[in-house]
């Protein structure tokens, strides 16, 4: 009998994030999610998080912890979040510093802890914003790095990383993701605000996959 893998998932509350989630669920995963509150500008994604973790009976922590030091329009009060597409080949001020590099150290003592052998994270790098830490390269010698700066073995699998944003909208459908809950907009209005580049990049998978968005019912 194969033995169930044990899986953290870095829950965001996004489409992305929960569409991993499902994945691994349909792989037979035993998971884990963590979800975090590193100062966002409103508490929308996290609330939508615990309640995906919920829906899905999936146990979930919250991990609450703070970047005094700033650097993104994400965290930082006097910066606005900017409108529209980020720029080809350019870094948007919604890049928060060394995120992903921070969350997937806190995944990776948590898997040690633990006895977990995966971390998954929702990482995407063909309709991205750019940030350096969601592309091929990082995981890969993220991975490099988990080899020797553990005692266990552990690897970060992006199982969207190549995939279109359509691709995920169809991936997500399939498994049958509550995508009516999940929230992308990088403010925290009653509703998306339909302009930010996280929305922007939604619209456009939902549009090429021919789909409506249920979180704008």
Known sequence: MAR???AVVLLSGGL????????????KRKVHALIFSYGQKHSKEVKKAIKIAKVSHTPYTVMRIHLPWGGSSLIEKNKKIPKGRTKRDSIPTTYVPARNTIFLSYAFSFCE??????ILIGANARDF???PDCRPFFYKNFNK???????????????LLKKTKSQIVKLALKLKAPLHLTWSCYRGG?????????CLLRAKGFREAGISDPALK
């Open 113 to 118: 802890a633990k006895n977990f052998s995966e």
């Open 129 to 131: 914003s750019g940030y």
């Open 145 to 159: 790095l988990l080899k020797v700066a553990g005692v266990k073995k552990i690897k970060v699998k992006a199982p």
């Open 190 to 198: 009653k509703k998306p605000c339909g302009r930010c580049d996280a």
């Open 16 to 27: 992305d994030s929960t569409t991993v989630l499902y994945w691994a669920k349909s792989k």
């Open 4 to 6: 169930i893998k044990k």
